[in-house]
């Protein structure tokens, strides 16, 4: 069965600093992993997504996201954090059914 | 494309009564999804159609939940004689395809359980 752990619950950064979630997943198959944003009171938009090509990934607002297979993680970072920035973060994992498996999500705080 | 819209926005009802939500998808998006999220919890994975027909139902979809797609569009989503445990954010989403696409999602339906 494929799963997904979000390490730490809450995440709090200075804005201009460096973000990093970290996700490590399970799966017996080969996964695509993503990584979803979520405002209060709003739906899932995705930042990025990784379906075996590069093991790099860049998404938007300027993240970006690393699939290290022999590590079975796919961490989230950011160099600068913006205020902006504030909201909660989910990793998910599908396999080749295409329904998501999210992780508990990672709620991002970022000081002026 | 005006995006996935889910109506109603938010939904109180009480206890015993039948509650029934919409969906309608991205245009031409052939899959649809239904996801649950309770606070402080990610999305769990209801159910999904491929055009009208219903491929998957989790586990967690007992059998007072029931969902439709009946002309590969819009969808909805019913659950009868709601229980206060039914109190979540149920979210949808589209995608074309399959293999890992992109799933849009709406802004969900709040139901609250009094």
């Known amino acids: 069965a494929q799963s997904v752990t979000q390490l730490g619950s809450h995440v709090s950064v200075s804005e201009g600093a460096l973000v990093l979630l970290r996700c490590n997943y399970s799966s017996s198959v080969p996964p695509y992993l993503f990584w979803y944003v979520q405002y209060p009171n709003q739906g899932l938009q995705l930042l990025l997504k990784?379906?075996?090509?590069?093991?790099l990934v860049k998404g938007i607002n300027g993240f970006e996201a690393e699939f290290k297979k022999s590590e079975t993680s796919f961490h989230l970072t950011k160099p600068s954090a913006h205020m902006s920035d504030a909201a909660e973060y989910f990793c998910a994992v599908s396999d080749n059914t295409d329904k998501l498996i999210f992780g508990t999500g990672t709620r991002l705080q970022v000081f002026p | 494309d005006t995006g996935v819209s889910q109506d109603p926005r938010h939904k109180i009802t009480k206890r015993g009564q039948n509650v029934t939500f919409r969906c309608d998808p991205i245009?031409?998006?052939?899959?649809l999804y239904w996801y649950r999220q309770t606070l402080g919890q990610g999305p769990e994975f209801l159910t999904y159609?491929?055009?009208?027909?219903?491929?998957?139902k989790s586990r967690l979809l007992s059998d007072r939940f029931s969902a439709e797609r009946p002309k590969g569009s819009f969808s909805t989503l019913e659950i009868q004689r709601t229980e206060q445990g039914d109190s979540a954010m149920y979210l949808c989403?589209?995608?074309f395809g399959s293999g890992g696409r992109e799933q849009y999602f709406g802004p969900g339906t709040r139901l609250t359980v009094t």
């Open positions: 159609f491929q055009n009208e027909a219903q491929l998957e």
């Open positions: 989403a589209s995608s």
């Open positions: 990784y379906t075996s090509a590069a093991t």
């Open positions: 245009s031409e998006h052939n899959r």
